[in-house]
Structures are given as structure tokens and as C-alpha cells.
């Protein structure tokens, strides 16, 4: 049976391991470091997905005061189409609305297959553009 849970520090390596496998990490931005701020701040977390102590499945969740925001759903490509995604997103949408969040957004890269997966699960593609600036590195 899987367990969705916190993550903890000693999930580091595991969960990257998925990130990276998941094909969710990009050379700009560093997985380990993600992962420890995340951990390291009361507005952010990870939960993670276990079956037989082994790790299947992440969401990070932050809160910025305003807007919810996912990132890093990874769910374990042999493990897919078995509600473990939507199990996911769930707790992170309860652990967000459990801090005060009105609304949870996400962004979904354009060559990631997993848009219709969103819209399976009723989330809105909104009409918006994303722009970024590096403050580091």
C-alpha cells in the first residue's frame, strides 16, 4: 500500500533520484538545493509517496502569502495511471489550504506531456505569461 507522507531530510537522495528520472530537473536549477529549502522554511514542504519503503511519488508545495504553488510532481513512470498523482496533488492542496491559501497554481513546461493529466483532474489552463529573471547564479 502506498503512504503519503512529509518528507524528510533522509528522503534527499531518493526524491532527486525520481526528479531526475521523472525528467524534472534542468541545469539551471539545483535539485538539492530545492529540495533542502524547501524543507527549510515553515511556508514550503514536500510529501512524498511510499510503497514498501520505497519512494514513488513527490510534490513540493510553497505558500508565498498570496498564491499556492506546486512543483516537482514526480510520480514513478511504472506506477502511473493509479490515482497516485491526483493522491499527491491532494495533499499538497490540503496542506496549502490548511496554511490560509485562496487559490494553488502551477506551471507546466511546454514539452511536458503531462498538461492533459491537469485537465483531467479540472485544473484551469489560465491565460497568463510567466516571466523570470535569475537573482542567483
Known amino acids: 500500500m502506498t503512504a503519503i507522507r512529509p518528507a524528510r531530510a533522509a528522503d534527499r537522495d531518493a526524491v532527486i533520484a525520481l526528479w531526475h528520472?521523472?525528467?524534472?530537473?534542468?541545469?539551471w536549477n539545483d535539485p538539492v538545493a530545492d529540495f533542502e529549502r524547501a524543507l527549510g522554511y515553515a511556508a514550503s514542504t514536500?510529501?512524498?509517496?511510499?510503497n514498501d519503503a520505497v519512494i514513488v511519488g513527490t510534490v513540493m508545495a510553497?505558500?508565498?502569502g498570496h498564491r499556492g504553488w506546486?512543483?516537482?510532481?514526480?510520480?514513478?513512470p511504472a506506477r502511473?495511471?493509479?490515482g497516485l498523482g491526483r493522491q499527491?496533488?491532494?495533499?499538497?492542496?490540503d496542506w496549502l489550504r490548511g496554511e490560509g491559501c485562496p487559490k494553488v497554481e502551477?506551471?507546466?513546461r511546454d514539452d511536458n506531456e503531462a498538461a492533459d493529466f491537469y485537465a483531467h483532474l479540472e485544473w484551469e489552463k489560465q491565460a497568463v505569461a510567466v516571466f523570470a529573471r535569475r537573482l542567483q547564479g
Open 106 to 108: 502551477l506551471m507546466v
Open 46 to 50: 514536500i510529501f512524498v509517496a511510499e
Open 62 to 64: 510553497g505558500f508565498d
Open 88 to 93: 499527491l496533488l491532494d495533499a499538497a492542496c
Open 70 to 76: 506546486i512543483y516537482y510532481l514526480a510520480t514513478d
Open 21 to 27: 528520472g521523472c525528467g524534472l530537473t534542468r541545469p
Open 80 to 82: 502511473r495511471g493509479r
